[in-house]
């Protein structure tokens, strides 16, 4: 059973920078992705930032040269490195962990940006 565990959400000013951790225990051997999603009120939930099996990493083009995604060698842990963060980046952010048979989710953590 995978779980998935998300911290680092908060309230920031526009401009500032938050770091997004996932703790991931169980097995994901043979994972398709990982990384990270975010829902904002009213809207779909998007894809931000994943790794990609194989060793590929895609980012949404809204977050690219401002969001960086990381993992430890274990994969026990990924994080998401969010600078000069807009208003429009307020949402719910998701860890998730892509398997061939399952999609598992974090519980999400919220980040906000405002003045």
């Known amino acids: 059973q995978v779980q998935l565990v998300e911290s680092g959400g908060g309230l920031v000013q526009p401009g500032g920078s938050l770091r997004l951790s996932c703790a991931v225990s169980g097995s994901i051997a043979g994972f398709n992705a990982m990384g990270w999603y975010r829902q904002a009120p009213g809207k779909q939930r998007e894809l931000v930032a994943v790794f990609i099996s194989g060793g590929g990493i895609n980012y949404a083009d809204s977050v690219k040269g401002r969001f960086t995604i990381s993992r430890d060698n274990a994969k026990t842990t990924v994080r998401l490195h969010m600078n000069s963060l807009k208003p429009e980046d307020t949402a719910v952010y998701y860890c998730?962990?892509?398997?061939?048979?399952?999609?598992?989710w974090g519980q999400g953590t919220q980040v906000t940006v405002s003045s």
């Open positions: 998730n962990v892509e398997l061939s048979w399952r999609n598992y």
